[in-house]
């Protein structure tokens, strides 16, 4: 069974910088799918960025990047211009089965942005 | 195109109880699925709806049943409801294709159970 772990539970960071999340996770699948979901305090999740194992390049969405490692299980989430609503929980995902079996979630990593 | 509503989006219930949540997906969109978000077990996958037929099973007690109508709406089922039962439980809707492109889900703001 798929694994997700988030070794940070809380971060902070200073508006206007960068700031990098951790995320690994273990799978015995050749071809799955990641995720950094964000879910402020309305409770709503909203999905930031994709990434597809098959490609080695690295997904890019405006101010969020991953540095995906496949060998090293490894897919870190760096946010860069840091902004108030960046604050939020931030979860890492992974999908093995194109959706059917449902994402399994690291345990999040709330990020807090100071003025 | 409306998103993925939810209702109720709050409930209280008290042990022993049942409750049932529905779920309304994305216009087009034939697969649901439901979490569960606890602070302690974070998010955890029920199971995945796809044309009525439940794909996807995750580890939650039989208590936990759902099911899917044929406008793809859908609803979760929770009998003899207990403490640890409280929880946001989220529904997620995707095309649910199949094909080889990914189906992105789209999640709803979560119905927040508390049981007394």
């Known amino acids: 069974a798929q694994t997700v772990t988030q070794s940070q539970p809380e971060m902070s960071v200073q508006e206007a910088e960068t700031v990098t999340l951790s995320c690994t996770y273990d799978?015995?699948?050749?071809?799955?799918?990641l995720f950094w979901y964000k879910q402020p305090p309305s409770r709503q999740m909203i999905l930031v960025i994709r990434?597809?194992?098959?490609?080695?390049q690295n997904a890019t969405e405006n101010r969020f990047s991953v540095n995906f490692q496949k060998a090293a299980k490894s897919f870190s989430l760096k946010i860069s211009d840091s902004q108030l609503g960046d604050a939020a929980m931030y979860f890492c995902a992974i999908d093995e089965g194109g959706g059917a079996d449902g994402l399994t979630f690291g345990k999040g990593t709330h990020l807090i942005i100071q003025p | 195109k409306a998103g993925v509503t939810q209702t109720p989006r709050y409930l209280i219930k008290t042990r022993g109880q049942q409750v049932t949540l529905s779920c309304s997906p994305i216009s087009g969109h034939r697969s649901v699925s439901w979490y569960q978000q606890t602070p302690g077990q974070g998010l955890q996958f029920l199971f995945e709806y796809f044309s009525e037929t439940q794909r996807n099973k995750g580890n939650f007690p039989g208590r936990f049943s759902g099911r899917q109508f044929s406008n793809s709406r859908s609803e979760m089922n929770v009998s003899t409801l207990e403490l640890g039962d409280s929880a946001l439980y989220l529904c997620?809707?995707?095309?649910?294709?199949?094909?080889?492109?990914?189906?992105?889900?789209?999640f709803g703001p979560g119905t927040r159970l508390t049981v007394l």
């Open positions: 997620a809707s995707s095309s649910g294709s199949g094909s080889a492109v990914y189906n992105e889900q789209f």
């Open positions: 799978t015995s699948e050749s071809d799955y799918y």
């Open positions: 990434q597809e194992a098959y490609k080695q």
